[in-house]
């Protein structure tokens, strides 16, 4: 049994795809490990759509004076998780929504509104 580890087979590489204290995080909150839904890449516009009106449980970003690179957290929204991280070099985010198996309306509507957002990498 993989401990807390979550893995994505690709292309014949294991590739981990979330830290462990994303999934410690939500086991704790919700008492039971979550599904896990990655998306298309998103773009620095979109995540700042997810920004507005949801808790951001932690971050980790770079703040210059004129200038403020989000690198990797996760938000709160309704009973779903969203982890985000950026891709080296990019303004694009690979997005993240962890759940409890159940895909309902909140689920359906994060899910159509990132549509608008999504890159084509």
């Known amino acids: 049994m993989i401990s807390m580890m ?17 999934v410690d995080l939500y086991n704790k909150k919700y008492n039971n490990y979550p ?10 516009e979109g995540l700042k759509v997810l ?4 808790k951001r449980l932690w971050y980790d970003k770079i703040n210059l004076i004129d200038l403020i ?13 969203i982890y985000y991280i950026r891709n080296k070099d990019e303004n694009v ?5 962890l759940n ?4 309902d309306q909140t689920y359906n509507l994060l ?6 957002y ?4």
């Open 93 to 97: 985010y690979k997005i993240f929504i």
């Open 6 to 22: 979550n893995y994505l087979k690709m292309e014949d590489k294991i590739e981990k795809v979330l830290p462990d204290n994303v």
């Open 111 to 116: 899910i159509n509104g990132l549509k608008k």
């Open 69 to 81: 690179i989000e690198l990797e957290g996760l938000i709160e929204y309704g009973k779903l998780m």
């Open 100 to 103: 409890d198996g159940v895909e």
């Open 118 to 121: 999504h890159t084509f990498n």
């Open 51 to 54: 920004f507005q009106k949801n």
């Open 35 to 44: 599904c896990i839904t990655r998306t298309r890449n998103i773009t620095q």
